[in-house]
């Protein structure tokens, strides 16, 4: 490769200061199009309300029927997509980063099969009936599962957990969960019952207790994955630039399995299986942000938010009266949106 | 001494590369490591740089052992540029040089003038002024080192070590690399440690040479102390004549064949 042959690209005007105020751009367009996401979301549905409906529901309810549908049933639902979308998204951009590997997603971790696991074994054993009692179990089995993997992929390591550990002890437990999770639901009708409507992932019927129940879990990861952002920037040039940079990487990776944790953990136990999410967004956000994770993170958020909620959105309108589960739809827009990508676009190697 | 490695035992797992080393680099100088493939002379590097702990021996860094040193403070006095670095995709110049600023960073004081000035310096000193918003896979080779190279000067360190910063470029690319060492040298003062593979340009470009077989340093000194035809037998099996380089006046080794070690 010579210069010469290198095609001409016109150097970007204004340099860095142009290039920031381009990104903050994006961001608040990003930002725009979630706000239209939730607008559809609260006002679409089996009964579609009208938007002034809707503001005299947030504003002023007299308990007419659409107040109650809004503020009982869409507002939670809305909210609970928003932070799930967002959560995920950051998970599977931070996932991808750590990996160095544009097919990780969250699940890799464990956190799927753990939260699977412990939410099964609270219906079986202690006989929970309640969402909002599983969701406690799902994180706790999120958690615990994620903490296992990191604790097996250092074993045998110099220096902490490697990405190869990482994945090696991740694809294990999840196995190994999974195995002992269908052997359960197999013998118990009624764990089997709300296994298979978790698996699918839905954010319906969640009410608002819910949303208070992973909003500190979410809030916590968030915080964990802005400030390990500039470190995953270091650590994309390879451990041993890292290092020679300052960067601590045991302590920089651990910093990421813990928001991919909390932040993964937290919407896989409210929502169920959506981990789809987090594989797809990141590939979405990175043609707009480039591989700056201060950029990567925060664009992946808006986008997953964006997905979900729309397509929860279309799940409710197409079966009317009945709906898709938003797992359901999100694979089958999702699956072949995405192959249309990366075959148009190679995706970023990272 | 700026960087010292005292009585340094290095290796991978069980397997021992370097054993019972010492080795000091003197502030301001060009130091160059040679020695056959597998003769640990990476390894020595990476272990200068906090990039490798010793088993055994240690590393002091201005009188002061390496590894009990912040390592955010060691990245502000001592740069490393290990071999065959790479970057994501569509990372550009700058951003990748703007990169080497981290060690002077906080995580809520991101970018400031001196980070801005420090980025421009070493764009400059490269000469890729220009070329600072274009990605870096769209770089000529040469241009893709001089890029790597300018990251590890914006972290603004007296001392650098490059581990092979000449790999896979062209003669007149590595020229280039070499001159540009020189300068850092010549110009701003900095200490230059590297790992060459080429032993006419490693006598043309150093203060000194330090010739490693198996793990031991067999010589040290001036180029024309170091490159003598017995020491390229002792090292490299190679039957050779040193003459005088008619451009530089510094060693030049004409190989005739290798042969068998004694």
């Given at each position: 490769?010579?210069?010469?042959?290198?095609p001409?690209?016109?150097?970007?005007?204004?340099?860095?200061?142009?290039?920031?105020?381009r990104?903050?751009?994006?961001?608040?367009?990003l930002f725009?199009?979630?706000m239209?996401?939730?607008?559809?979301?609260v006002?679409?549905?089996?009964?579609?309300?009208?938007?002034?409906?809707?503001?005299?529901a947030?504003?002023?309810?007299?308990?007419?029927e659409?107040d109650?549908i809004?503020?009982?049933?869409?507002?939670?639902r809305?909210?609970?997509?928003?932070?799930?979308?967002?959560?995920?998204g950051?998970?599977?951009?931070?996932?991808?980063?750590?990996t160095r590997?544009?097919?990780?997603?969250p699940?890799?971790?464990?956190?799927t099969?753990?939260?699977?696991?412990a939410?099964?074994?609270?219906?079986?054993?202690?006989?929970?009936t309640?969402?909002?009692?599983y969701?406690?179990?799902?994180?706790?089995?999120?958690?615990?599962?994620?903490v296992?993997?990191?604790?097996?992929?250092?074993?045998g390591?110099r220096?902490?957990?490697?990405p190869?550990?990482?994945?090696?002890?991740?694809?294990?437990v999840?196995a190994?969960l999974?195995?002992?999770?269908?052997?359960?639901?197999?013998?118990?009708?009624?764990?089997?019952?709300?296994?298979?409507?978790?698996q699918?992932?839905?954010?319906?019927?969640?009410?608002?207790?819910?949303?208070?129940?992973?909003?500190?879990?979410?809030?916590?990861?968030?915080?964990?994955?802005?400030?390990?952002?500039?470190?995953?920037?270091?650590?994309?040039?390879g451990?041993d630039?890292?290092?020679?940079?300052?960067?601590?990487?045991?302590?920089?990776?651990?910093?990421?399995?813990?928001?991919?944790?909390?932040?993964s953990?937290?919407?896989?136990?409210?929502c169920?299986?959506?981990?789809?999410?987090?594989?797809?967004?990141?590939?979405?956000a990175?043609?707009?942000?480039?591989?700056?994770h201060r950029?990567?993170?925060?664009?992946?958020?808006l986008?997953?938010?964006c997905?979900l909620?729309?397509a929860?959105?279309?799940?409710?309108?197409?079966?009317?009266?009945?709906?898709?589960?938003?797992?359901v739809?999100?694979?089958?827009?999702?699956?072949?949106?995405?192959v249309?990508?990366?075959r148009?676009r190679?995706?970023?190697?990272? | 001494?700026?960087?010292?490695?005292?009585?340094?035992?290095?290796?991978?797992?069980?397997?021992?590369v370097?054993?019972?080393?010492?080795?000091?680099?003197?502030a301001?100088?060009?130091?160059?490591?040679?020695?056959?493939?597998?003769?640990?002379?990476?390894?020595?590097?990476?272990a200068?740089?906090r990039?490798?702990?010793?088993?055994?021996?240690e590393?002091?860094?201005?009188?002061?052992?390496?590894?009990?040193?912040?390592t955010?403070?060691?990245?502000?006095?001592?740069?490393v540029?290990?071999?065959?670095?790479?970057a994501?995709e569509?990372?550009?110049v700058?951003?990748?040089?703007?990169?080497?600023?981290?060690?002077?960073q906080?995580?809520y004081?991101?970018?400031?003038?001196?980070?801005e000035?420090?980025?421009?310096?070493?764009?400059?000193m490269?000469?890729?002024g220009?070329?600072?918003?274009?990605p870096l896979?769209?770089?000529?080779?040469?241009?893709?080192?001089?890029?790597?190279?300018?990251?590890?000067?914006?972290q603004?360190?007296?001392?650098?070590?490059?581990?092979e910063?000449?790999?896979?470029?062209?003669?007149?690319?590595?020229?280039e690399v070499l001159?540009?060492?020189?300068?850092?040298?010549?110009?701003?003062?900095?200490t230059?440690?590297?790992?060459?593979?080429?032993?006419?340009?490693?006598?043309?470009?150093?203060?000194?040479?330090?010739?490693?077989?198996?793990?031991?340093?067999?010589?040290?000194?001036?180029?024309?102390?170091?490159?003598?035809?017995?020491?390229l037998?002792?090292?490299?099996?190679?039957?050779?004549?040193?003459?005088?380089d008619?451009?530089?006046?510094?060693p030049l080794?004409v190989p005739?064949?290798?042969?068998?070690?004694?």
């Amino acid at each position: 490769m010579s210069t010469a042959l290198a095609p001409p690209r016109p150097p970007a005007p204004g340099g860095v200061r142009a290039t920031y105020r381009r990104r903050l751009l994006v961001l608040a367009g990003l930002f725009a199009a979630l706000m239209v996401a939730v607008v559809l979301s609260v006002s679409t549905g089996a009964k579609p309300v009208p938007l002034p409906e809707v503001w005299h529901a947030i504003t002023a309810p007299t308990g007419t029927e659409n107040d109650i549908i809004v503020r009982s049933l869409r507002i939670p639902r809305t909210a609970i997509g928003v932070l799930a979308g967002i959560a995920l998204g950051v998970a599977g951009a931070l996932m991808q980063g750590h990996t160095r590997n544009p097919l990780a997603d969250p699940g890799l971790l464990g956190v799927t099969q753990g939260a699977a696991f412990a939410m099964v074994l609270s219906i079986m054993v202690i006989g929970v009936t309640s969402l909002y009692g599983y969701i406690w179990f799902g994180l706790a089995g999120a958690l615990i599962a994620s903490v296992g993997v990191f604790a097996l992929g250092m074993v045998g390591g110099r220096g902490g957990p490697t990405p190869v550990t990482l994945a090696l002890a991740g694809t294990a437990v999840s196995a190994f969960l999974y195995a002992l999770t269908s052997s359960m639901v197999l013998m118990d009708e009624q764990a089997m019952d709300v296994f298979r409507f978790w698996q699918a992932g839905s954010i319906a019927a969640r009410g608002g207790d819910v949303v208070w129940q992973v909003l500190p879990f979410i809030g916590a990861g968030l915080l964990l994955a802005l400030i390990n952002a500039p470190g995953l920037n270091t650590l994309s040039l390879g451990e041993d630039v890292a290092r020679a940079l300052g960067q601590n990487i045991a302590v920089t990776r651990a910093v990421g399995v813990a928001a991919v944790t909390l932040l993964s953990g937290a919407s896989v136990a409210a929502c169920g299986a959506l981990s789809f999410v987090g594989l797809m967004v990141p590939h979405l956000a990175r043609p707009l942000s480039g591989p700056d994770h201060r950029w990567l993170l925060p664009y992946s958020g808006l986008m997953g938010a964006c997905a979900l909620l729309l397509a929860d959105v279309v799940g409710r309108v197409v079966a009317r009266p009945g709906e898709l589960e938003v797992g359901v739809v999100l694979a089958l827009l999702g699956a072949p949106f995405f192959v249309a990508l990366v075959r148009r676009r190679k995706p970023v190697r990272l | 001494m700026r960087l010292q490695a005292v009585d340094v035992r290095l290796g991978y797992g069980d397997r021992v590369v370097v054993d019972g080393l010492d080795l000091g680099i003197e502030a301001g100088t060009v130091t160059t490591i040679i020695g056959p493939n597998g003769c640990g002379k990476s390894t020595l590097l990476r272990a200068l740089g906090r990039l490798l702990k010793p088993s055994g021996g240690e590393v002091l860094l201005d009188g002061k052992r390496i590894d009990r040193m912040p390592t955010k403070e060691v990245a502000r006095i001592l740069g490393v540029l290990p071999q065959a670095p790479t970057a994501p995709e569509g990372l550009t110049v700058a951003d990748l040089v703007a990169r080497g600023r981290h060690p002077h960073q906080t995580w809520y004081r991101q970018w400031s003038s001196d980070d801005e000035a420090a980025v421009g310096e070493a764009l400059s000193m490269t000469g890729l002024g220009d070329l600072g918003e274009r990605p870096l896979d769209e770089l000529s080779g040469g241009q893709r080192q001089r890029a790597w190279i300018s990251m590890a000067l914006a972290q603004g360190t007296d001392l650098l070590l490059l581990d092979e910063p000449t790999t896979f470029l062209d003669l007149a690319h590595q020229i280039e690399v070499l001159e540009l060492v020189r300068r850092l040298h010549g110009e701003l003062g900095r200490t230059v440690v590297m790992v060459l593979h080429d032993l006419n340009l490693a006598a043309r470009y150093a203060d000194r040479l330090v010739a490693m077989r198996a793990g031991k340093v067999v010589a040290a000194g001036t180029p024309s102390e170091v490159l003598t035809e017995s020491l390229l037998a002792e090292v490299f099996d190679l039957d050779a004549k040193v003459i005088e380089d008619p451009v530089a006046g510094t060693p030049l080794v004409v190989p005739i064949g290798t042969r068998p070690h004694a």
